[in-house]
């Protein structure tokens, strides 16, 4: 029987990490860790696997790789991208096209979430489709449309959030027009669409960490065909020409996105205890971060700028495909009853094992 075992990622905010079990082969789909800080996928009794595929690079989704020994230290596939960024070797998958992987053919697409991030679709049962993290508003970030699929695992992570990009620039518009913030990002997701927002709608620069520019360099090379068409120029003169972050002025963007981490972490521990600039945060908070304790205390403020599928995205994409079978990943359990109405006729299904 072929099924799909969900290790972890169903049910709740966690790691990404989903077994697909055939009656010859055994391919894990990512191999994350957090984004909470110390929440590791449970891989003690997976056993071993044939071979490990990555949907993209994030932490959440690629933060474990140092798990693999306890799964049979499996082959690596992944974009020659996310190859590159994690530092690893392995056989590149396509950014769109097919492949194989141990004998199961595999068609990719550009994910419209991060440089190199791709979705996956197996062809096992009557279609299987991972999602992982995408988008389909990114005003830089290449999508695809996938092929049909019977099943579909959806990023649920926005839950029954309906606001659209458009709605989030808006918000953020006043916090751009007092003109001095710092905005903890990811460098490698939505670090340079805010960055190309500004530089585009202000018609001035922004303040740029070193990790950013990186980011927005290697976009314009190497990571090129991640971005949509028309892109890549006023990126490089980003990336070329936006001063360092010196001292508190003008808007500045700089990793990591929860400043646990990075250049992020460092000014924030400089100016917590200070009433300027502003400090905005504008993904996930996970618990124990920083991001979570300042905007707790007031110190900082949360304004979304999505970067994941809102729900009437995920209902669209699911008729697409013409998925019977939906499984939200990285949702809370809590809106199971909403999603079932939301997605119907299609089932929705949240358990640990699912038959393809």
Same mark, same amino acid.
């Given at each position: 029987?072929?099924?799909?075992? +969900? ?18 082969? !055994? ?22 696997? &044939? ?12 933060? =474990?790789?140092?798990?693999? *020994? ?32 141990? $004998? ?7 994910? $419209? ?18 999602? =992982? ?20 695992? *959806? ?11 458009? &709605?989030?620039?808006? !918000? ?6 007092? $003109? ?21 709608s202000r018609g001035a620069l922004p303040n740029i960490g070193e990790d950013l520019r990186a980011s927005?360099?290697?976009?314009? #090379?190497? &990571? ?7 892109? =890549?120029? %006023? ?14 002025? $003008?808007?500045?963007? #700089? ?7 990075? %250049?992020? +972490? +460092? ?6 205890? %200070? ?17 979570? !304790? *300042? #905007? ?7 304004? !979304? ?23 939200? +990943?990285?949702?809370?359990? #809590? ?22």
């Open positions: 029987m072929t099924r799909l075992i +969900a290790v972890s990622g169903v049910g709740g905010k966690g790691p990404a990490c989903f077994l697909v079990e055939t009656a010859r082969k !055994r391919l894990m789909l990512d191999l994350g860790y957090g984004p909470q800080p110390g929440l590791w996928p449970d891989v003690a009794g997976v056993g071993r696997v &044939d071979a490990l595929v990555l949907s993209h690079s994030h932490r959440d989704h690629a933060g =474990a790789l140092e798990l693999a *020994l306890k799964i049979g230290n499996p082959p690596l596939y992944a974009t020659a991208s996310v190859l590159a960024h994690l530092g690893r070797t392995g056989s590149a998958l396509p950014l769109n096209g097919t492949g194989q992987v141990r $004998g199961i053919k595999l068609h990719t697409g550009r994910n $419209g979430h991060a440089p190199g991030g791709v979705w996956l679709h197996l062809d096992v049962g009557d279609g299987l489709l991972y999602m =992982a993290d995408h988008g389909v508003e990114s005003p830089l970030y290449a999508f695809d449309t996938p092929p049909p699929a019977g099943t579909i695992v *959806l990023d649920a992570s926005y839950g029954m959030y309906s606001d659209s990009l458009d &709605d989030c620039k808006a !918000r953020l518009g006043p916090v751009f027009t007092r $003109g001095m913030a710092l905005f903890p990002v990811p460098p490698h997701g939505r670090g340079p669409e805010m960055a190309h927002h500004v530089a585009c927005l360099a290697r976009l314009t #090379t190497d &990571d090129r065909e991640s971005l949509r068409r028309g892109r =890549a120029q %006023e990126l490089a003169r980003i990336a070329r020409e936006a001063p360092p972050i010196a001292g508190a002025r $003008g808007l500045m963007f #700089t990793g990591a996105g929860d400043a646990a981490g990075g %250049e992020a +972490a +460092a000014l924030v521990a400089r100016w917590e205890c %200070e009433q300027q600039p502003e400090i905005v945060f504008t993904g996930y908070l996970p618990p124990g971060t920083p991001a979570q !304790r *300042l #905007t707790a205390s007031g110190r900082a403020c949360y304004l !979304r700028w999505n970067a994941h599928p809102r729900l009437a995205d995920n209902v669209a994409l699911a008729r697409v495909v013409k998925a019977h079978t939906v499984v939200p +990943a990285f949702g809370e359990a #809590t809106h199971l009853e909403a999603w079932r109405a939301a997605f119907a006729p299609a089932r929705v299904l949240l358990d640990r094992e699912i038959g393809l």
